[in-house]
């Protein structure tokens, strides 16, 4: 979680306000909602599962912090991805989770979701 609050630390003030962290899945989600308050970071969201029905959070979208995602999922989504952090842990199921933030949308986040969900 330390290094997710850095990532999310890291951004302008602006973006801070208006961020979205994305989880790869219910687990990664759930984590973030269970510790995150500890570092300031904002609740999570994920397309995976029932996850899904709470929707996009209060973030627009422009600015996306993902935990679990590849590049080559995010770039069709977003006109920038950028590498932030890898998580690394010989003691969790999901051993390295790649952390990137994502500017400039492609789409709108809650039109998306609302549509079709993210889907990815």
Same mark, same amino acid.
């Given at each position: 979680?330390?290094?997710?609050?850095?990532?999310?630390?890291?951004?302008?003030?602006?973006?801070?306000?208006?961020? !979205?962290?994305?989880?790869?899945?219910?687990?990664?989600?759930? %984590?973030?909602?269970?510790?995150?308050?500890?570092?300031?970071?904002?609740?999570?969201?994920?397309?995976?599962?029932?996850?899904?029905?709470?929707?996009?959070?209060?973030?627009?979208?422009? !600015?996306?912090?993902?935990?679990?995602?590849?590049?080559?999922?995010?770039?069709?989504?977003?006109? #920038?991805?950028?590498?932030?952090?890898?998580?690394?842990?010989?003691? %969790?199921?999901?051993?390295?989770?790649?952390?990137?933030?994502?500017?400039?949308? #492609?789409?709108?986040?809650?039109?998306?979701?609302?549509?079709?969900? !993210?889907?990815?």
């Amino acid at each position: 979680m330390a290094a997710i609050a850095k990532v999310y630390q890291s951004l302008p003030d602006e973006e801070k306000a208006d961020c !979205v962290i994305l989880a790869g899945n219910y687990g990664q989600a759930g %984590a973030v909602d269970f510790y995150g308050p500890k570092y300031g970071l904002p609740r999570a969201v994920s397309d995976h599962m029932t996850y899904y029905l709470w929707g996009t959070g209060n973030g627009s979208g422009e !600015v996306v912090l993902t935990i679990g995602y590849s590049r080559e999922k995010l770039e069709p989504l977003f006109h #920038r991805v950028d590498y932030a952090a890898t998580i690394e842990s010989e003691h %969790a199921v999901e051993s390295k989770l790649t952390i990137f933030v994502c500017r400039k949308p #492609r789409t709108d986040l809650r039109e998306a979701w609302e549509k079709h969900g !993210v889907k990815l």
